[in-house]
């Protein structure tokens, strides 16, 4: 079963709005990444947030971590319609880095 | 740099046909990473080999699936025989440790490739 499970399945919004996906996952974890795809293409690496970190910026991405409810949101602000794409979350455990996948969530940026 | 090639990008064949897969990782990345996607499975690892030893390969649905590295710039994944369900996409993805000079850096990413779609008729 997947490690993590994002929430919601699909999201629809309109152009600038904020869209906000969570992540929840069952063990403890090393770090925690997310990763956007695109239609048709691989993963592309957006942000990684450490087991230690609560929160972390990257251009108009924001992630928070809370390990004690071992779960994870990004948020992404003032949405493009280049936003629409697959999200994912990943962790890796322990020392290794070993990439265990949620199911996604399909973001929809209309104009 | 190219980024993490795969080849071929589509593939059809037969049932109970051999096919094989290529991965060329980025020059200087330790691990390599081979997954499946399906609309219902989503995205699954596979195996995944750290300077070239298969580490895990745990995700090897059946003796049918093989995966090799015979050096540290290819790898491939072959399917034999190949059937229906098999059709996926299929994604090989590089990280670990990198760098160049007397420089390297530990990568917690991964670099995935555009993928190969299979087909299995």
């Known amino acids: 079963s997947q490690q993590g499970e994002e929430d919601p399945q699909a999201l629809s919004i309109q152009e600038g709005e904020n869209a906000t996906m969570n992540c929840s996952y069952k063990?403890?974890?090393?770090?925690l990444q997310w990763y956007r795809q695109n239609s048709g293409r691989g993963l592309v690496h957006l942000i990684l947030i450490r087991s230690n970190e609560r929160e972390k910026h990257s251009g108009r991405l924001r992630v928070t971590l809370d390990t004690s409810k071992k779960s994870s949101s990004l948020l992404i602000t003032a949405s493009r319609a280049a936003d629409t794409a697959s999200y994912f979350c990943a962790t890796t455990k322990g020392g290794g880095n070993k990439l265990t996948f949620g199911t996604g969530t399909q973001l929809k940026v209309e104009l | 740099d190219a980024g993490v090639i795969q080849s071929p990008r589509h593939e059809v064949t037969e049932m109970g046909q051999e096919v094989t897969l290529r991965c060329k990782p980025i020059s200087g990345h330790n691990s390599l990473f081979w997954y499946r996607q399906t609309m219902m499975r989503g995205l699954e690892l596979l195996i995944y080999f750290n300077n070239n030893v298969p580490i895990d390969d745990s995700g090897m649905p059946e003796d049918r699936f093989s995966a090799k590295m015979p050096n540290a710039s290819f790898s491939t994944l072959k399917i034999q025989p190949s059937e229906p369900r098999d059709s996926a996409v299929y994604f090989c993805?590089?990280?670990?440790?990198?760098?160049?000079?007397?420089?390297?850096?530990?990568?917690?990413?991964?670099?995935f490739g555009p993928g190969t779609r299979l087909t299995v008729l």
């Open positions: 063990t403890s974890i090393n770090n």
């Open positions: 993805a590089s990280g670990g440790t990198g760098g160049s000079g007397t420089t390297s850096q530990t990568y917690n990413e991964q670099f």
